[in-house]
């Protein structure tokens, strides 16, 4: 009889430790919980934290994107895995499996490779910069001095050049050589009629450069080589130049102006037409705008400052239809379409040099102030941007 007794109370000390051991791989074996992204969006080749509770360093996961393409782990700890984003990654869910689980993590954005480079002259240093858009950080390309009133920039691409118009009494621009660093200047020589006024620069498809002369009420083709202006049309214009695009589905130069009524006009230039139109609607009253530009489908957009809103302005009849919220501070020196993220990103001169990143898509707004190589109080101008290939 003892010796059964002894033999039951084995047992049991056996099932019950057998019970504990499988009830602790159980919590062992737990899927992690409290799991997000560090980012809504990346590039091929960033890399991405899962953030979470109960990763276990030495036990396998599985990160998969959209359509089964699995993710290197980079690194794990308790809290979190670090994933590279795979090449062939493409934007939707994130799945995670540990086991035989697998569960949806989160949804993800890839952004394409960016080969657009944002340009921008910082006035203080005297200095080109190449703006990284993501950390706000400048890397200086080309050193060249320049005076008076910036107009605006453009990127020439045919010639690889960087090219910025100052008001000044000989109204002048530089051309810097993106690829050999060569700066040229060159005042601008002919059909001048005394201390001219520009405003409105852009450039087309083709290489060939506008600017307009508020001066003598005419647009012009500017010859980048010698300076000379070729007028190919009078219009009258009232109010501040916000700047200028060119709409190649059209084959227009579109110029908009703050005025009591906020206005733009459209110059055919194929034909040679000129149609103003006031802006219609949307307003709050003695509105000011900033920040002109159009995307690769023609589409035009501007800030209004008054109401901290972004809009897109439609050519043919003036109508605004706001499509985010934002604030900005300071003197807006401009803003670019970026194709590769569909971005609008608008730049501002202030104590804290900044630009705001506006996505098209999702309507994302991402605030980044400029973080490296600043002089102190530095002021900027000729905004521009590349888009690559």
Excluded: W
């Amino acid at each position: 009889m003892r010796n059964f007794i002894l033999l039951l109370i084995s047992l049991n000390l056996i099932i019950s430790c057998t019970e504990d051991k499988l009830e602790n791989e159980q919590q062992i074996t737990n899927f992690p919980t409290n799991i997000s992204l560090s980012a809504q969006s990346a590039e091929v080749g960033e890399v991405v934290t899962i953030n979470g509770n109960g990763f276990l360093v030495n036990e396998t996961y599985i990160v998969t994107f959209t359509d089964n393409i699995t993710a290197n782990i980079t690194e794990i700890n308790n809290n979190f895995l670090k994933v590279k984003i795979p090449e062939n990654a493409i934007s939707g869910n994130i799945t995670l499996t540990y086991k035989n689980e697998t569960n949806t993590i989160g949804n993800i954005t890839i952004e394409e490779v960016n080969t657009s480079e944002t340009y921008i002259y910082n006035e203080t240093a005297n200095k080109l910069a190449k703006l990284n858009i993501k950390d706000g950080v400048l890397t200086y390309v080309a050193d060249f001095i320049s005076n008076g009133t910036t107009v605006g920039a453009i990127i020439n691409k045919q010639n690889n050049e960087y090219i910025s118009f100052r008001n000044n009494t000989d109204p002048n621009f530089v051309r810097v050589n993106l690829t050999n660093g060569e700066v040229k200047y060159q005042v601008v020589t002919s059909n001048l009629a005394g201390n001219d006024v520009f405003s409105g620069l852009t450039i087309d498809n083709n290489g060939e450069v506008y600017i307009y002369n508020e001066t003598v009420n005419k647009l012009a083709k500017l010859n980048i080589e010698n300076g000379e202006l070729t007028y190919v049309n009078n219009f009258a214009t009232g109010g501040t130049n916000v700047g200028a695009v060119y709409h190649s589905a059209n084959n227009e130069y579109i110029s908009f102006e703050n005025n009591t009524d906020p206005n733009f006009v459209r110059v055919n230039l194929t034909n040679g037409e000129v149609k103003y139109q006031v802006v219609t609607s949307n307003l709050a009253g003695n509105d000011v705008f900033s920040g002109l530009t159009i995307d690769n489908n023609g589409e035009v957009y501007i800030y209004n400052k008054t109401v901290n809103k972004l809009a897109k302005l439609n050519i043919e009849n003036g109508e605004l239809t706001y499509v985010n919220n934002f604030a900005t501070g300071g003197t807006n020196v401009g803003a670019v379409y970026h194709s590769a993220n569909n971005e609008y990103i608008s730049f501002e001169n202030n104590t804290d040099p900044n630009f705001v990143r506006v996505n098209l898509t999702n309507r994302e707004v991402k605030y980044q102030v400029v973080t490296a190589n600043l002089v102190g109080n530095d002021i900027f101008s000729g905004l521009t941007i590349d888009v690559g290939n």
